[in-house]
């Protein structure tokens, strides 16, 4: 069986940071967010700035060397919609078909459209992903191509705008099904210009974050940084619906696989001889993990975010799945928070998961991270079957740890990749491990702060500085495997 080892980048996160400010993108809905005076202000952001970042945008070469002599043989990256389309695509017309629930059903789109839009596109930017993607085939990477990392057109999603008044907003981002119509334009595109050059298409990652963190926890600094329900709810909708409709726009001019990248969570009750905790649990699992994956693997579709499924054919589009895997959640029972989300009958338990203290232990003694992520490899063995019950092409295509003094690093990859060893010994076939990430990045809200690079880099000189024990550790597990 062939088995990718590899590395993960996102654009926003690792692209800027020339010296001499040649290559921004301040296009995206994240660069207005990180900049905004009030989000400064309030801390909700940490006032870094990506443009200060780690260059990636130039010095690809020398990373994808780093990644080659780790022994890797795979190399996921993102390809930025707002830097091949800068300006709106609203005015190139296609077609559309809807169900009988009002569903987005067909975006019609031909190659005329495809020359309409190659009008609109930045030829410097394409070239420039042309060239990426050439070098990473040169050096015999399989290559993983995602499409939707979390960012966002400003021209689709004014987070800014959005926060103040989403009614009058004309940028909804995923609120809006426009949205949908037009990724399904842009994947058409890219598919069209870079398919020679691409192994895997991912849709999303982690679609369902744009959802929890923008409309429902208004406090961590994710735009639009509003509480909402309703726009919550739609724009889980509006993403599945977005993915299938990518799904068919790139196979139009592609028959590569085309998936989508989860954070599927395991979620553990604090009490799990309380019903009501287990109930939580459960509930968590529903809205968090399964909505996506029943959707888009099985055509259910959780309307009401209740837990019932209609059956909605047109969305059963998919060919893999990603799990990206960092940590659990441990919950315990509330009562319903959301009319319009029945299923929040939960709230994550302070110390474990995702809600631990940095550098410290859980209240279960796992060490917790630089962002105060508990480590539990137990959780990535757990959320890959539940992966696995929906497709038998599953990657783990992030996992890795906040970790600036590489103390906890080398012992997090060993023991996680032994869960993937223990995974493909029950029979559960995992065809690959991507860590996140090779170099230190740009992470969102906290900015340069938190330090998750197999190489550090220092923000003066872009210079790559190995952490050592966590590079020889990886290296060693490729070679080598795991006893």
């Not at 952001?45 to 795979?74: C, F």
């Not at 369902?208 to 509003?226: C, D, K, R, S």
């Not at 028959?255 to 968590?284: H, R, S, T």
């Not at 059956?311 to 799945?321: E, G, S």
Request: aromatic share 14%; net charge negative; proline share 5%.
């Amino acid at each position: 069986m062939d088995f990718y080892w590899g590395v993960v980048q996102s654009a926003f996160q690792f692209e800027m940071g020339d010296p001499y400010r040649r290559n921004i993108d301040s296009r995206s809905d994240w660069w207005a967010w990180v900049r905004d005076p009030y989000n400064v202000k309030n801390e909700l952001v940490s006032g870094d700035l990506p443009e200060e970042g780690i260059n990636n945008y130039d010095l690809y070469e020398i990373d994808h060397r780093l990644a080659k002599d780790l022994g890797l043989n795979a190399y996921q990256l993102t390809i930025e919609w707002s830097r091949i389309f800068p300006c709106p695509t609203f005015n190139v017309d296609v077609s559309v078909e809807q169900d009988g629930y009002g569903f987005i059903k067909k975006v019609k789109i031909k190659r005329e459209h495809l020359q309409q839009l190659d009008e609109l596109a930045n030829k410097r930017e394409v070239r420039h992903y042309l060239d990426v993607l050439k070098n990473l085939k040169k050096l015999g990477f399989t290559t993983f191509v995602t499409l939707n990392h979390q960012t966002n057109p400003i021209w689709l999603h004014d987070p800014i705008e959005v926060r103040m008044n989403i009614e009058k907003a004309k940028a909804k981002g995923w609120v809006d099904e426009r949205a949908i119509i037009e990724f399904a334009k842009f994947v058409a595109y890219i598919a069209w210009k870079f398919d020679e050059y691409v192994d895997y298409w991912a849709t999303f990652d982690e679609p369902m974050v744009t959802a929890e963190l923008g409309y429902l926890a208004p406090y961590v600094g994710w735009p639009p940084g509003i509480l909402n329900p309703t726009a919550a709810k739609k724009v889980i909708l509006n993403q599945i619906i977005a993915h299938a409709r990518a799904y068919d726009s790139i196979k139009k001019f592609s028959n590569k696989p085309v998936g989508i990248i989860l954070n599927i969570i395991p979620a553990y009750p604090l009490d799990p001889n309380n019903p009501k905790d287990q109930k939580a649990a459960e509930n968590y699992d529903l809205f968090h993990n399964r909505i996506f994956l029943e959707a888009v693997n099985r055509g259910k579709l959780d309307i009401e975010i209740s837990g019932e499924y209609v059956k909605v054919t047109h969305l059963r589009r998919n060919d893999w799945i990603g799990n990206n895997y960092y940590t659990r959640e441990v919950v315990r029972y509330v009562e319903p928070k959301y009319e319009e989300l029945p299923l929040i009958t939960f709230v994550g338990v302070e110390g474990y998961g995702y809600s631990g203290n940095p550098n410290s232990l859980s209240p279960d003694n796992n060490p917790t991270s630089d962002f105060g992520w508990e480590v539990f490899p137990k959780g990535l063995y757990d959320s890959t079957v539940e992966a696995y019950e929906y497709s038998k092409n599953v990657f783990i295509t992030e996992n890795g740890i906040a970790d600036s003094k590489d103390i906890l690093r080398p012992r997090y990859i060993v023991d996680h990749i032994r869960e993937v060893k223990n995974l493909i010994e029950n029979g559960i076939r995992v065809g690959g491990y991507f860590h996140w990430a090779l170099t230190d990045n740009y992470e969102w809200a906290m900015g340069f702060k938190i330090r998750f690079g197999l190489y550090e880099v220092d923000l003066i000189t872009k210079e790559r500085i190995p952490r050592r024990k966590s590079v020889e550790t990886y290296r060693k597990v490729v070679e080598e495997g795991i006893e």
